[in-house]
């Protein structure tokens, strides 16, 4: 396997056929914050890492009471009906 570059700006190339060999410990170095290139015949097919950083976390029923819709939100105008069923 080659050599571990923990916090490399650059993602590590590893080879299909090595990937498949060692895919625990490939996927341990990601969980602590490692990215790969995956490659084959020195393409590179795949990338993986560590997941995305949630920039917050979501509250449901945040904005209860904060929005409203119109009374006319599902009303449509007869002209833009006839051209959605092909009457134009």
Same mark, same amino acid.
């Given at each position: 396997? @080659? *050599?571990?570059? *923990?916090? !490399? *700006?650059v @993602?590590?190339? &590893?080879? &299909?056929?090595? /990937?498949?060999?060692?895919l625990t %410990?490939? /996927?341990?170095?990601a969980s602590k914050g490692e990215a790969f290139l995956v490659t084959s015949h020195n393409q590179v097919i795949a990338a993986f890492g560590p997941p995305p950083i949630? %920039?917050?976390?979501?509250? @449901? %029923? !945040?904005l209860r009471g904060k929005i409203r819709m119109g009374t +006319?939100? +599902?009303i449509s105008k007869q002209d833009v009906v006839d051209v959605m069923e092909g009457n134009a």
């Open positions: 396997m @080659p *050599s571990q570059q *923990s916090g !490399a *700006s @993602p590590q190339r &590893v080879g &299909v056929r090595e /990937l498949r060999g060692n %410990g490939f /996927l341990q170095r949630e %920039g917050h976390n979501r509250r @449901p %029923g !945040a +006319d939100f +599902d």
